[in-house]
């Protein structure tokens, strides 16, 4: 002990030598040997430490909590889910960009666009993560992705078969001599028309007598219950009662009654005068509704029994045109079979077009002729004609008028030379011929 320290003083530091160390979070008076010992603990846990190094090290709760929850996560959790995760971070709302920004951020490419093309924008099956420049759109990156689609090239024998028209003079003579025949078929057909037109017009047109409107007027507006049966065709069995004849007034849509004792009066005009109208068939309204009725829209077992020759008397080949009524919900059309010209029309007083009925009959008349008649015909070599020139109508109710026209010009051998200024002429002379069980 040094003389010059007083006995109380040398008592004090002998006491605070033989004491425990204090807590390193003692800030009284310390020596200047510990205080650099804390401080360079401090240093050292504070600084940050390079990746390679594994020594322990001291985590906030926070850093120890976030290690843990990326340890638990798939190694392919960002793959597939990033949309709900991203949403879950956001309160349950996506941001603008759907997070694109922030998994940016997460895959750390500044620097980088990285573009994800989803298997339902390119059709390749499982999730694709394409990285494009900036500069580059999504619509190319799209682009780029896409598999090439294979082009088919054009078959060898359709080269080879041109390189022979090219070398063989006889294609063109023929196909010379088929525009020759067509010329003369047009001229013909329109010679033709020209003098049935001349010789029948005056008939088409006829007037009403004051006693036939009268008698078609009182039915129109008779007193007594819908169901009378005004007329009865006792060939076909078709009634037409009260309430079935008022469709022919003017505004009114025609039922499928008037339609077809309309068509049978015209079968018996046929065979009363078979020298001045041609030899034709007419099909009843539900004839097509039968037909296209089966499964793959067609069925012929269900009508093969309708064109006997017992029932008929003759055979559909035998036939210059076949009529077949098309009613299409709420609308009327008409679709010819010309046997003789070898043609299928289709008449829409709409101006509508429907390739699947001459399709249908196509395919029918085939199977009919060598079903009746057994004899083979090819209807592929049959010529679809569109008919542009027919009479229009121009409101919701005249279709089925329009058919009956259609239907009535055509056994003539006539143009169709109506419009609809004549529907209500029309109208009331379908009513006279009904109630008189006769057509003119």
């Given at each position: 002990?040094?003389?010059?320290?007083?006995?109380?003083?040398?008592?004090?530091?002998?006491?605070?030598?033989?004491?425990?160390?204090?807590?390193?979070?003692?800030?009284?008076?310390?020596?200047?040997?510990?205080?650099?010992?804390?401080?360079?603990?401090?240093?050292?846990?504070?600084?940050?430490?390079?990746?390679?190094?594994?020594?322990?090290?001291?985590?906030?709760?926070?850093?120890?909590?976030?290690?843990?929850?990326?340890?638990?996560?798939?190694?392919?959790f960002f793959a597939f889910d990033m949309g709900n995760?991203?949403?879950?971070?956001?309160?349950?709302?996506?941001?603008?960009?759907?997070?694109?920004?922030?998994?940016?951020?997460?895959?750390?490419?500044?620097?980088?666009?990285?573009?994800?093309?989803?298997?339902?924008?390119?059709?390749?099956?499982?999730?694709?993560?394409?990285?494009?420049?900036?500069?580059?759109?999504?619509?190319?990156?799209?682009?780029?992705?896409?598999?090439?689609?294979?082009?088919?090239?054009?078959?060898?024998y359709k080269k080879a078969l041109e390189h022979?028209?090219?070398?063989?003079?006889?294609?063109?003579?023929?196909?010379?001599?088929?525009?020759?025949?067509?010329?003369?078929?047009?001229?013909?057909?329109?010679?033709?028309?020209?003098?049935?037109?001349?010789?029948?017009?005056?008939?088409?047109?006829?007037?009403?007598?004051?006693?036939?409107?009268?008698?078609?007027?009182?039915?129109?507006?008779?007193?007594?219950?819908?169901?009378?049966?005004?007329?009865?065709?006792?060939?076909?069995?078709?009634?037409?009662?009260?309430?079935?004849?008022?469709?022919?007034?003017?505004?009114?849509?025609?039922?499928?009654?008037?339609?077809?004792?309309?068509?049978?009066?015209?079968?018996?005009?046929?065979?009363?005068?078979?020298?001045?109208?041609?030899?034709?068939?007419?099909?009843?309204?539900?004839?097509?509704?039968?037909?296209?009725?089966?499964?793959?829209?067609?069925?012929?077992?269900?009508?093969?029994?309708?064109?006997?020759?017992?029932?008929?008397?003759?055979?559909?080949?035998?036939?210059?045109?076949?009529?077949?009524?098309?009613?299409?919900?709420?609308?009327?059309?008409?679709?010819?079979?010309?046997?003789?010209?070898?043609?299928?029309?289709?008449?829409?007083?709409?101006?509508?077009?429907?390739?699947?009925?001459?399709?249908?009959?196509?395919?029918?008349?085939?199977?009919?002729?060598?079903?009746?008649?057994?004899?083979?015909?090819?209807?592929?070599?049959?010529?679809?004609?569109?008919?542009?020139?027919?009479?229009?109508?121009?409101?919701?109710?005249?279709?089925?008028?329009?058919?009956?026209?259609?239907?009535?010009?055509?056994?003539?051998?006539?143009?169709?030379?109506?419009?609809?200024?004549?529907?209500?002429?029309?109208?009331?002379?379908?009513?006279?011929?009904?109630?008189?069980?006769?057509?003119?």
């Open positions: 002990m040094n003389p010059a320290t007083p006995p109380q003083f040398a008592e004090h530091r002998k006491r605070r030598r033989d004491a425990s160390p204090l807590p390193h979070h003692f800030h009284g008076p310390q020596s200047h040997s510990h205080l650099r010992q804390e401080s360079r603990k401090r240093r050292l846990y504070s600084s940050p430490l390079p990746r390679h190094f594994h020594s322990p090290q001291s985590h906030s709760r926070l850093s120890q909590r976030v290690r843990r929850f990326f340890q638990r996560l798939p190694d392919n995760w991203i949403s879950g971070l956001f309160g349950g709302r996506r941001p603008k960009d759907d997070g694109l920004g922030l998994y940016k951020g997460m895959c750390d490419a500044p620097s980088r666009d990285l573009t994800v093309v989803t298997d339902e924008e390119t059709g390749m099956g499982p999730l694709l993560v394409d990285r494009r420049p900036k500069d580059w759109s999504r619509k190319a990156a799209l682009d780029a992705a896409k598999p090439q689609q294979w082009q088919k090239s054009e078959p060898h022979a028209r090219r070398n063989d003079n006889r294609f063109e003579e023929r196909r010379i001599k088929i525009r020759l025949e067509e010329e003369r078929l047009a001229e013909i057909r329109k010679s033709n028309r020209g003098k049935a037109a001349k010789e029948d017009l005056s008939e088409l047109y006829k007037r009403l007598t004051v006693e036939e409107e009268n008698e078609v007027r009182e039915c129109f507006n008779a007193r007594g219950p819908s169901s009378k049966v005004l007329v009865l065709h006792e060939s076909s069995n078709i009634e037409v009662s009260k309430e079935k004849f008022q469709c022919l007034r003017p505004g009114c849509w025609l039922n499928d009654e008037v339609i077809n004792l309309y068509l049978e009066l015209l079968k018996e005009r046929e065979k009363r005068e078979p020298k001045r109208f041609l030899k034709c068939h007419f099909f009843n309204t539900f004839f097509y509704k039968k037909l296209a009725c089966g499964k793959n829209g067609y069925d012929y077992k269900s009508v093969k029994r309708w064109t006997t020759r017992k029932k008929l008397g003759y055979e559909l080949i035998e036939c210059d045109k076949i009529f077949v009524p098309v009613h299409k919900d709420v609308h009327w059309c008409l679709a010819i079979i010309n046997m003789k010209e070898k043609t299928f029309q289709y008449l829409d007083s709409l101006g509508g077009m429907d390739h699947n009925v001459p399709r249908i009959l196509a395919r029918y008349i085939a199977e009919e002729v060598k079903d009746k008649s057994n004899r083979i015909i090819d209807t592929s070599l049959w010529r679809e004609e569109i008919v542009d020139d027919i009479p229009l109508q121009q409101n919701g109710w005249d279709c089925g008028m329009f058919m009956l026209k259609y239907i009535d010009f055509h056994s003539r051998g006539l143009e169709l030379s109506f419009s609809q200024e004549n529907m209500k002429y029309f109208r009331m002379r379908t009513a006279k011929e009904i109630l008189k069980l006769r057509a003119d």
